[in-house]
RNA sequence: GGGCGCAUAGCUCAGCUGGGAGAGCACCUGCCUUACAAGCAGGGGGCCAUAGGUUCAAGUCCUAUUGCGCCCACCA
């Protein structure tokens, strides 16, 4: 890079090309190497069914933080990027926009013309989220870029289908299975959310056959056309003598028997139960013990079928309040209740789900869920934070048979086929020809694809080559971490943990780090109804990927939800701003005027505060290095903030300046070296983070050893500062005095370029310190505007002054004129100074405390103590001076 | 019904394994000081939800309570 770093920051101006260079570098891109150990994160796929959100980029801001700070650190990263095919979603929309542009239905278009739709769209958005991922700057590799529902994918899929099938895992059955009459498919159990909606109870009269009426609650009449039974418990002395009598369904007539279950609690509503086996997963249960006929009355659209007589073909809500009128008219309706009551929604579509009676494809979960929940207890997986543990580990011990069968078209389609002759089911990764029972040929495929989240399962090693045993396989299975919101754990990680162990043995991740959603700046969550969502490329032309990934990752924990402000994009986008001035300063100073950059020490002869900027760095270095083992990311980015705001900038560049200005060549040589220094590894430390404008900068530097990108530099090591002669302490002096002063002035009123004087009391400390490179002493008056007196001048005890810095600088009163003002400023210190010293004495005095706590914290006690007994004394005298002289 | 999270400065939130309360924004005062007004210097503002307990020492650990939020669950 030539020229100039330029003057304002603007990062739409050098982002995409950073990213640009990046991506041609091949350092995105991840090989197999023996000598480097290997670090895998596969990008959980975002849905194809549009535009990344908010929450994607949280989720990949934190994937791709990892990936480069592994990556710096020599490791053979490989960042999986791909999209998932998100069946019923995409189906959903693909069939919304062909209603809507051609006012056709997809049966219209037919199974084949709409897959052609539907690979189309993936084309159109599969793209745009891959421009969208490059625009945030993730630094995945895109030449292993995958999607669900390619051929290697595909061939996973059918492959683990039929390895489950062959071990019995996998079965066909009848059974109760979640309905959505809006998607007109069947769902698995975390596909259906549970909400309490406004209901009823309605309280119906089931007259006896011969006497012994039973009243039972429901709160979904229109399923009475499918009851077979009405049951109580065996013990409930009200209807024992009922057992094994008939009552008459009320209008229908049709004779149901009373039968005796513990299913039903004699506390509850009336503590009979009407019987539906074909319309409730309990009843069904009910129906299985007692071998009843399993009835169904509602259709797959939701709409009442010929048995409900002439509701038949009135939807199931319709029916409902109809049916009770029809049953209050007629004299059966007892009493009715308003309550809540539990419905289960559609996650897709909201529509109310109905279970019913249906043919689909199961997994048999329980031995399965066993590893998984095994790895998590003997820590193979490691949750972060702990607590989704217990979250992951409660699903899987409760775990039920996952329904895996889709009445959907889009999506991976069952390798199932049945024998139109013998009825044999045929499951085979690749088509049969002839039906190995009788030979025919006469095979029809399952017409049913698979659930999303059952090639999900597989990603960690469908990714790699499986079912082949690649070298990706072996050197990048099982991956690193896991980063994931905690809404999809059970979808997704406990599926995930599952499949890997048995298919690869192995489990597929060995930390899954978890994460909040992204919400308003109302606390709301964000969504297309609410129409509260903020779409990341906007926010990025607006302020710069870097900003929104800083302003993504500060001042949030693990696990909790994060607000998205732009009061907080904009304190990102300045911190950007502040390091991009910084790295002017540094590079203005580190060329001459033709622009041919200058000397600069090769090993620098260090001065106070070179010494304490570099301690400081490589304290931040070893702190944000354990904080990212740790994943405390915002910790991290928070102390990177503050050494480049805090220290680098406010302190370190103001200390440099007047060397930097000076004369002594070996200085300016030495200061030019501490500098570029420090802001190397600022860039280093902060690379992860902000990757275009450290990158940016980077390419500004003078280059030595260093690697031509940032990206492919060396995370910085920490250590080899030693800080003997207490550098660091003496400069915090300085610091402390130049703060006094400023403070005293600014109290004062002085006009900021009025120069005050000075005397340094004649203090053994302070004085040697602050003298003893003189170089402190002329930062604190330029620093603070002061002249300070010449030579060692005592300060009459009864002199007119003003104490600042530990009361070892004394400004004459005459400079401030304003003597109440430091008489009370005075007066307020000592009060301070004497509330401490009585609560360390007190301390002190404790024996529990001096003989508990560690020596360290003792001592410092101790010094604290003399310091302010010292200090105290000193104000005080000050004080005595001032009340005479007022 | 079970489980979990959150309650800290006006707002949004940090505070890791217990040792003198922090940031950003907002607010007040003064500054365009040749890196930066997207900035600089200074300042005000908090019984860290409540009540107990453990400890020499609690925002931090334990128990209970209150309020808000989330997850799970087969109450007809």
């Known amino acids: 890079m030539s020229g100039e770093l330029a003057k304002t920051y603007k990062p739409g101006d050098f982002e995409d090309r950073i990213y640009r260079t990046w991506e041609e570098s091949g350092s995105f891109h991840a090989e197999t190497d023996e000598r480097k150990r290997s670090f895998t994160i596969v990008m959980p796929p975002p849905n194809i069914t549009g535009r990344l959100h908010m929450g994607h980029a949280l989720d990949q801001t934190l994937q791709d933080v990892l990936a480069r700070w592994r990556r710096m650190q020599g490791r053979a ?50 793209g745009k989220i891959a421009e969208q991922m490059r625009k945030l700057g993730n630094s995945c590799d895109w030449r292993r870029e995958r999607f669900t529902m390619d051929e290697g994918c595909s061939r996973a899929v059918k492959e683990f289908f039929v390895r489950l099938y062959k071990k019995g895992y996998i079965y066909r059955g009848n059974r109760i299975i979640n309905w959505c009459p809006g998607c007109m498919t069947s769902l698995s159990d975390v596909e259906v959310e549970h909400e309490d909606v406004n209901g009823k109870y309605w ?16 709160s979904r009449p229109e399923t009475m056309f499918g009851d077979v039974a009405v049951a109580v418990h065996p013990d409930d002395v009200r209807y024992k003598r009922l057992i094994g009598a008939k009552v008459e369904l009320p209008v229908i007539g049709r004779e149901i028997p009373v039968i005796a279950d513990v299913y039903p609690d004699p506390d509850k509503g009336t503590g009979a139960v009407k019987i539906t086996p074909a319309h409730d997963a309990n009843d069904f249960a009910v129906g299985e013990r007692h071998n009843l006929e ?52 559609c996650y897709r579509c909201g529509a109310v789900v109905e279970p019913l009676l ?46 895996v069968s889709r009445q959907l078209w889009w999506g991976h389609r069952i390798p199932a086929y049945y024998c ?58 099982p991956t690193d971490v896991l980063v994931t919101g905690y809404d999809i754990i059970f979808f997704w990680v406990a599926r995930m943990a599952f499949s890997g162990l048995e298919v690869m043995k192995d489990v597929p991740f060995r930390h899954v780090y978890v994460h909040g959603l992204v919400r308003d700046a109302e606390g709301r969550k964000m969504s297309k109804s609410l129409g509260n969502g903020v779409d990341p490329l906007e926010i990025i032309n607006n302020y710069g990927a870097d900003a929104l990934r800083f ?28 390091l991009w001035n910084a790295s002017r300063f540094v590079i203005m100073n580190l060329k001459d005027e033709n622009g041919a950059f200058l000397p600069v020490a090769a090993a620098a002869r260090l001065r106070g505060e ?84 450290t990158e940016e900068i980077w390419s500004f530097l003078p280059r030595g050893e260093e690697e031509a990108l940032l990206i492919n530099e060396s995370w910085p090591a920490g250590g080899g500062i030693s800080d003997d002669g207490g550098a660091a302490r003496k400069i915090e ?11 005293l002035r600014a109290e004062a009123g002085t006009a900021p370029s009025k120069k005050l004087r000075a005397v340094i009391l004649a203090a053994p400390g302070a004085r040697r310190d602050l003298e003893a490179e003189s170089e402190h002493l002329k930062n604190v008056a330029r620093l603070s505007e002061i002249v300070f007196a010449s030579g060692r001048e005592e300060i009459p005890e009864d002199a007119m002054s003003a104490v600042v810095a530990g009361a070892e600088i004394f400004i004459p009163m005459d400079e401030l004129l304003d003597y109440e003002a430091e008489f009370e400023r005075l007066s307020r210190e000592r009060q301070r100074l004497e509330s401490e010293t009585a609560r360390i004495s007190a301390k002190l005095s404790n024996a529990g405390f001096t003989g508990n706590a560690p020596e360290a914290v003792v001592a410092a006690e101790r010094e604290k103590l003399l310091k302010y007994e010292d200090m105290l004394a000193k104000v005080t005298a000050r004080l005595g001076a001032l009340a005479d002289k007022r």
Not at 80 to 93: F, M, R, V
Not at 94 to 106: H, L, M, P, W
Not at 658 to 672: I, N, V, W
Request: charged share 30%.
């Open 358 to 403: 249906s043919d689909q494809w199961f997994v048999s979960m329980s031995e399965l869920a066993k590893p998984a929940a095994e790895a998590a207890r003997s820590r193979k997986i490691v949750h972060t934070p702990e607590r989704f543990e217990k979250v992951y580990l409660r699903w899987l011990d409760e775990i039920k048979d996952w329904c």
């Open 733 to 743: 002096l300085a610091m402390e005095a130049i703060r006094g002063i400023r403070n």
């Open 551 to 578: 302003t993504l990752l500060s001042g949030v924990t693990p696990g909790n939800d994060v607000r998205f402000q732009t009061e907080k994009l904009e304190a990102s986008r300045n911190f950007a701003n502040k």
């Open 294 to 345: 399993k009835i169904s009355c509602i259709g797959r659209d939701g709409k009442m079928n010929n048995l409900a007589g002439k509701y038949a073909g009135m939807d199931r809500f319709e029916c409902r309040k109809a049916w009770v009128r029809e049953l209050e008219d007629a004299g059966f309706l007892v009493k009715t209740e308003k309550r809540a009551i539990p419905a289960g929604t």
């Open 420 to 477: 139109g002759v013998c009825g044999e089911i045929i499951v085979s990764a690749e088509e049969p020809d002839a039906c190995p029972a009788c030979g025919s040929a006469k095979l029809r495929q399952d017409e049913d694809v698979l659930d999303t989240w059952f090639s999900s399962a597989i990603w960690p090693f469908s990714t790699l080559g499986w079912p082949e045993e690649t070298a990706d396989l072996k050197y990048f299975y």
């Open 77 to 126: 990263v490989l960042w999986l990027p791909g999209t998932d095919h998100a069946s019923i979603a995409t189906e959903l929309k693909v069939a919304g926009e062909i209603r809507e542009k051609e006012g056709k239905s997809k049966e219209d278009l037919g199974r084949e013309e709409f897959l052609k739709r539907a690979w189309e769209w993936k084309g159109l958005y599969g």
């Open 203 to 218: 309280y119906f009269r089931y007259l006896g056959v011969g006497g012994g009426d039973i009243v039972v609650a429901t």
């Open 610 to 693: 070179d010494v304490w900027i570099l301690s400081k760095a490589d304290e931040t270095v070893r702190e944000i290095t354990a904080n990212m083992e740790a994943f405390e990311l915002s910790l991290a980015a928070r102390k990177i903030y503050e050494l480049t705001w805090n220290e680098y900038c406010d302190w370190y560049i103001e200390f440099v300046k007047s060397r930097l200005y000076g004369t002594d060549e070996e200085d300016k040589q030495s200061a030019r070296h501490v500098l570029l220094r420090v802001l190397r590894d600022i860039l280093r430390l902060l690379h992860p983070f902000m990757p275009y404008i």
